[in-house]
Protein backbone atom coordinates (compact mmCIF):
# COMPACT_ATOMS: atom_id res chain seq x y z
CA UNK A 1 0.00 0.00 0.00
CA UNK A 2 0.83 3.27 -0.65
CA UNK A 3 1.17 5.73 1.95
CA UNK A 4 3.21 9.03 3.22
CA UNK A 5 2.80 11.98 4.50
CA UNK A 6 5.21 15.21 4.88
CA UNK A 7 2.54 18.07 5.29
CA UNK A 8 -0.96 18.66 7.00
CA UNK A 9 -2.75 20.85 3.59
CA UNK A 10 -1.70 18.67 0.19
CA UNK A 11 -4.46 17.16 -1.62
CA UNK A 12 -5.59 14.32 0.99
CA UNK A 13 -5.39 10.69 -1.32
CA UNK A 14 -5.93 8.12 1.45
CA UNK A 15 -7.32 7.87 5.28
CA UNK A 16 -7.99 5.64 7.71
CA UNK A 17 -11.05 5.19 10.10
CA UNK A 18 -11.95 3.42 12.99
CA UNK A 19 -15.75 2.41 12.95
CA UNK A 20 -17.25 2.28 16.26
CA UNK A 21 -18.77 -0.67 17.83
CA UNK A 22 -21.91 0.56 20.19
CA UNK A 23 -21.74 -2.48 22.23
CA UNK A 24 -17.74 -1.02 23.27
CA UNK A 25 -19.15 2.70 23.25
CA UNK A 26 -21.73 2.03 26.05
CA UNK A 27 -20.01 -0.54 27.52
CA UNK A 28 -17.97 2.44 29.48
CA UNK A 29 -19.55 5.54 31.71
CA UNK A 30 -18.51 8.98 30.24
CA UNK A 31 -16.27 9.21 32.96
CA UNK A 32 -14.08 5.96 32.71
CA UNK A 33 -14.09 6.45 28.73
CA UNK A 34 -13.68 10.28 29.04
CA UNK A 35 -16.39 11.18 26.77
CA UNK A 36 -18.59 14.18 27.27
CA UNK A 37 -21.83 11.81 27.60
CA UNK A 38 -23.11 8.60 25.78
CA UNK A 39 -24.03 8.80 21.97
CA UNK A 40 -26.98 7.73 20.25
CA UNK A 41 -25.60 4.45 18.86
CA UNK A 42 -27.49 4.31 15.54
CA UNK A 43 -27.04 8.22 14.69
CA UNK A 44 -23.02 7.60 15.72
CA UNK A 45 -23.01 5.70 13.02
CA UNK A 46 -25.41 7.22 10.59
CA UNK A 47 -22.83 10.42 11.60
CA UNK A 48 -19.61 8.04 10.27
CA UNK A 49 -21.16 6.48 7.56
CA UNK A 50 -21.88 10.13 5.98
CA UNK A 51 -18.39 11.25 6.98
CA UNK A 52 -16.95 8.25 5.06
CA UNK A 53 -19.31 8.60 2.00
CA UNK A 54 -18.40 12.58 2.10
CA UNK A 55 -14.82 11.78 1.66
CA UNK A 56 -15.29 9.13 -0.81
CA UNK A 57 -17.14 11.47 -2.96
CA UNK A 58 -14.40 13.64 -2.52
CA UNK A 59 -12.15 10.83 -4.26
CA UNK A 60 -10.31 10.53 -1.11
CA UNK A 61 -9.44 6.38 -0.82
CA UNK A 62 -11.06 5.50 2.20
CA UNK A 63 -9.89 2.07 4.43
CA UNK A 64 -12.48 1.39 7.58
CA UNK A 65 -11.52 -0.74 10.27
CA UNK A 66 -14.10 -2.69 11.80
CA UNK A 67 -12.49 -4.13 14.46
CA UNK A 68 -13.03 -2.01 17.62
CA UNK A 69 -12.02 -2.80 21.02
CA UNK A 70 -11.76 0.11 22.67
CA UNK A 71 -14.01 3.02 23.62
CA UNK A 72 -11.95 5.54 22.09
CA UNK A 73 -10.48 3.94 19.22
CA UNK A 74 -12.80 5.85 16.93
CA UNK A 75 -9.86 8.65 16.98
CA UNK A 76 -7.69 7.10 15.10
CA UNK A 77 -5.51 10.41 14.27
CA UNK A 78 -4.37 10.14 17.97
CA UNK A 79 -2.97 6.85 17.14
CA UNK A 80 0.43 7.23 14.68
CA UNK A 81 2.33 9.65 12.70
CA UNK A 82 2.53 8.97 9.43
CA UNK A 83 6.01 9.79 7.83
CA UNK A 84 7.09 9.47 4.20
CA UNK A 85 8.21 5.87 4.58
CA UNK A 86 7.03 4.57 7.80
CA UNK A 87 4.12 4.58 10.67
CA UNK A 88 5.42 6.15 14.30
CA UNK A 89 2.70 4.29 16.49
CA UNK A 90 1.03 5.70 19.52
CA UNK A 91 1.93 4.67 23.18
CA UNK A 92 -1.55 6.20 24.99
CA UNK A 93 -1.28 8.56 28.17
CA UNK A 94 -4.19 7.04 29.46
CA UNK A 95 -4.94 3.10 29.93
CA UNK A 96 -8.61 3.15 28.79
CA UNK A 97 -6.51 4.12 25.81
CA UNK A 98 -3.44 1.76 25.72
CA UNK A 99 -4.04 -1.34 23.23
CA UNK A 100 -5.56 0.96 20.51
CA UNK A 101 -2.19 1.34 18.53
CA UNK A 102 -1.64 -2.16 18.25
CA UNK A 103 -5.45 -2.68 16.14
CA UNK A 104 -4.08 -0.07 13.99
CA UNK A 105 -0.99 -2.00 13.10
CA UNK A 106 -3.03 -5.06 12.74
CA UNK A 107 -5.09 -3.22 10.10
CA UNK A 108 -2.17 -1.61 8.69
CA UNK A 109 -0.35 -4.90 8.10
CA UNK A 110 -3.76 -6.39 6.53
CA UNK A 111 -3.71 -3.54 4.07
CA UNK A 112 -0.14 -4.31 3.24
CA UNK A 113 2.04 -2.51 5.40
CA UNK A 114 4.63 -4.16 6.26
CA UNK A 115 6.12 -4.94 9.67
CA UNK A 116 9.54 -2.95 9.34
CA UNK A 117 7.57 0.13 8.39
CA UNK A 118 6.24 0.57 11.64
CA UNK A 119 7.97 1.58 14.55
CA UNK A 120 5.97 1.32 18.02
CA UNK A 121 6.36 3.78 20.80
CA UNK A 122 7.64 3.02 24.36
CA UNK A 123 7.00 6.47 25.98
CA UNK A 124 3.88 8.19 26.03
CA UNK A 125 2.93 9.83 22.66
CA UNK A 126 -0.44 10.67 19.99
CA UNK A 127 -0.36 11.76 17.03
CA UNK A 128 -2.11 15.04 17.17
CA UNK A 129 0.29 16.04 19.04
CA UNK A 130 2.46 16.48 15.48
CA UNK A 131 2.12 18.25 12.84
CA UNK A 132 4.39 18.62 9.30
CA UNK A 133 5.02 22.01 9.09
CA UNK A 134 7.14 21.31 5.73
CA UNK A 135 8.87 18.37 4.43
CA UNK A 136 12.16 18.74 6.69
CA UNK A 137 10.41 20.30 9.62
CA UNK A 138 8.38 18.45 12.53
CA UNK A 139 6.91 20.57 15.05
CA UNK A 140 5.71 18.23 18.31
CA UNK A 141 3.42 19.83 21.10
CA UNK A 142 5.54 18.11 23.83
CA UNK A 143 4.80 17.88 27.69
CA UNK A 144 0.66 16.79 28.04
CA UNK A 145 0.03 13.58 26.33
CA UNK A 146 3.63 13.10 24.19
CA UNK A 147 6.51 13.03 25.82
CA UNK A 148 9.95 14.57 24.82
CA UNK A 149 11.77 11.10 24.90
CA UNK A 150 9.84 9.57 22.54
CA UNK A 151 9.70 12.39 20.08
CA UNK A 152 13.75 12.05 19.95
CA UNK A 153 13.00 8.46 19.79
CA UNK A 154 11.00 9.12 16.78
CA UNK A 155 12.91 11.48 15.08
CA UNK A 156 16.33 9.24 15.22
CA UNK A 157 14.44 7.46 12.11
CA UNK A 158 14.77 10.52 9.92
CA UNK A 159 18.61 9.98 10.17
CA UNK A 160 19.22 13.52 10.53
CA UNK A 161 16.97 14.78 7.38
CA UNK A 162 14.15 16.62 9.13
CA UNK A 163 14.29 19.11 11.74
CA UNK A 164 12.33 18.68 14.92
CA UNK A 165 10.82 21.74 16.26
CA UNK A 166 9.53 21.82 20.02
CA UNK A 167 6.33 23.85 21.19
CA UNK A 168 5.63 23.49 24.87
CA UNK A 169 2.07 22.30 25.73
CA UNK A 170 -0.43 24.17 26.90
CA UNK A 171 -1.93 23.24 30.51
CA UNK A 172 -5.59 22.96 29.53
CA UNK A 173 -7.46 20.30 29.96
CA UNK A 174 -9.52 20.95 26.96
CA UNK A 175 -8.69 20.57 23.95
CA UNK A 176 -6.45 17.88 24.58
CA UNK A 177 -3.96 17.88 21.66
CA UNK A 178 -2.28 20.89 20.02
CA UNK A 179 -4.56 19.94 16.78
CA UNK A 180 -7.49 20.54 18.53
CA UNK A 181 -6.05 24.27 19.23
CA UNK A 182 -4.39 24.88 15.80
CA UNK A 183 -5.24 23.75 12.79
CA UNK A 184 -3.30 24.14 9.65
CA UNK A 185 -5.08 25.05 6.35
CA UNK A 186 -2.65 25.62 3.82
CA UNK A 187 1.29 26.40 3.77
CA UNK A 188 0.10 29.98 4.81
CA UNK A 189 -2.74 29.65 6.99
CA UNK A 190 -3.40 28.83 10.03
CA UNK A 191 -6.77 28.77 12.26
CA UNK A 192 -6.76 28.82 15.75
CA UNK A 193 -8.15 29.73 19.48
CA UNK A 194 -6.10 32.67 19.77
CA UNK A 195 -7.45 33.19 23.33
CA UNK A 196 -5.66 29.72 24.72
CA UNK A 197 -2.39 30.25 22.72
CA UNK A 198 -1.40 33.25 20.74
CA UNK A 199 1.82 31.63 19.18
CA UNK A 200 1.34 31.18 15.47
CA UNK A 201 3.69 29.01 14.49
CA UNK A 202 5.26 31.58 11.80
CA UNK A 203 2.21 31.04 9.15
CA UNK A 204 0.98 34.71 7.61
CA UNK A 205 -2.54 34.55 7.07
CA UNK A 206 -4.04 33.91 10.10
CA UNK A 207 -7.78 32.97 11.18
CA UNK A 208 -8.32 33.86 15.33
CA UNK A 209 -11.87 32.35 16.44
CA UNK A 210 -13.91 33.61 19.15
CA UNK A 211 -14.59 32.18 22.12
CA UNK A 212 -18.52 30.83 20.96
CA UNK A 213 -20.95 28.21 21.34
CA UNK A 214 -19.90 27.05 17.89
CA UNK A 215 -16.43 26.75 18.97
CA UNK A 216 -16.98 25.26 22.60
CA UNK A 217 -19.83 22.90 22.21
CA UNK A 218 -20.59 22.63 18.82
CA UNK A 219 -16.58 21.89 17.88
CA UNK A 220 -16.49 23.31 15.34
CA UNK A 221 -12.34 23.75 15.29
CA UNK A 222 -12.19 19.87 14.91
CA UNK A 223 -12.10 19.91 11.51
CA UNK A 224 -10.36 18.22 8.24
CA UNK A 225 -8.23 20.01 5.99
CA UNK A 226 -8.59 17.80 2.76
CA UNK A 227 -6.90 20.02 0.36
CA UNK A 228 -5.17 23.46 0.26
CA UNK A 229 -7.68 25.58 1.72
CA UNK A 230 -10.20 22.71 2.06
CA UNK A 231 -11.85 21.33 5.21
CA UNK A 232 -14.05 19.30 6.01
CA UNK A 233 -16.29 20.93 9.16
CA UNK A 234 -19.29 19.74 11.25
CA UNK A 235 -22.43 21.07 10.03
CA UNK A 236 -23.79 23.26 12.33
CA UNK A 237 -21.46 25.57 12.87
CA UNK A 238 -22.68 28.49 10.27
CA UNK A 239 -21.04 31.80 11.93
CA UNK A 240 -17.43 30.23 11.90
CA UNK A 241 -17.58 28.48 8.27
CA UNK A 242 -18.73 32.10 7.28
CA UNK A 243 -16.13 33.19 8.79
CA UNK A 244 -13.24 30.40 7.03
CA UNK A 245 -15.34 31.34 3.83
CA UNK A 246 -14.52 34.47 4.12
CA UNK A 247 -11.13 33.69 4.07
CA UNK A 248 -11.30 31.28 0.71
CA UNK A 249 -11.57 28.14 2.40
CA UNK A 250 -14.18 25.60 1.11
CA UNK A 251 -16.11 24.24 3.32
CA UNK A 252 -17.76 20.62 3.27
CA UNK A 253 -19.95 20.07 5.85
CA UNK A 254 -21.53 16.48 7.41
CA UNK A 255 -23.49 16.00 10.44
CA UNK A 256 -21.20 15.54 14.12
CA UNK A 257 -23.56 16.00 17.32
CA UNK A 258 -23.32 12.42 18.20
CA UNK A 259 -19.76 12.08 17.35
CA UNK A 260 -18.47 15.16 19.79
CA UNK A 261 -20.51 13.54 22.27
CA UNK A 262 -17.14 11.00 22.58
CA UNK A 263 -14.99 14.26 23.07
CA UNK A 264 -13.80 14.61 19.24
CA UNK A 265 -14.55 15.71 15.93
CA UNK A 266 -13.53 14.95 12.02
CA UNK A 267 -9.59 15.82 12.75
CA UNK A 268 -9.21 13.05 15.89
CA UNK A 269 -11.26 10.18 13.48
CA UNK A 270 -9.27 10.67 10.69
CA UNK A 271 -5.90 9.31 9.75
CA UNK A 272 -4.00 10.60 7.09
CA UNK A 273 -1.93 8.23 5.64
CA UNK A 274 -1.08 9.59 2.01
CA UNK A 275 -1.33 13.24 0.80
CA UNK A 276 -0.20 15.09 -2.34
Not at 56 to 78: G, W
Not at 109 to 137: C, H, N
Not at 174 to 199: A, E, N, T, Y
Amino acid sequence: MKFGCINEYGNLETVILMRPDPDVVQAYTPEEAMFGSIPDPSILLEEFDKLVELLQSLNITTHVCNDYKFPNQMFARDLAFVGPSFFFLAKPKYEIREGEQLKLAEFLISLGVREDQIVYSKYPFEGADLFWMDYKTVLASIGSRTSSVAVYNMMSHFHGNVELVEYEAVNIKVPQHILGHKHIISHDMLSMLDWIDQRTLGFKNIICTAKTDEILLNFGMNMLTVGPNKVIMTDDCPDFQALLEMNGVTCYTSPMSEIRKMGGGFACMVLPIKRG
